[in-house]
């Protein structure tokens, strides 16, 4: 069988499309943390779009930010789970994949 390298392609397009609109939907995703009296609002992409500290300690602020991250971490693993198949494509591509 002739080797196509424009398949590939495609299918990098593809996963590279998937790739884009999970970054858009994860913008879109809001996690909010209320902690030790600190607010915390940060999208699924990981960008903090709101604290109030409420005049905490840095600590406490930290600690707010820190558990807001990991969150959105959550959000955006349980997002790229829904396009495994994807990514098993291109680990077959790369060698990975057995």
């Known amino acids: 069988m002739a080797f196509n390298p424009f398949g590939q392609l495609g299918e990098l397009k593809k996963m590279r499309?998937?790739?884009m609109a999970m970054q858009r939907e994860l913008q879109s995703e809001i996690v909010?943390?209320?902690k030790r009296?600190?607010?915390v609002k940060?999208?699924?992409d990981q960008k903090i779009i709101e604290i109030k500290s409420n005049d905490k300690s840095d600590d406490d602020i930290r600690e707010a930010v820190n558990e807001a991250v990991k969150k959105s971490q959550e959000v955006a693993a349980k997002k790229l789970q829904s396009m495994t198949g994807g990514l098993?494509?291109?680990a077959g591509m790369l060698g990975g994949g057995k």
Do not use: W
């Open 88 to 90: 098993g494509g291109l």
């Open 17 to 19: 499309d998937q790739a």
């Open 42 to 44: 940060i999208s699924g």
């Open 32 to 34: 909010e943390v209320n």
């Open 37 to 39: 009296g600190v607010f």
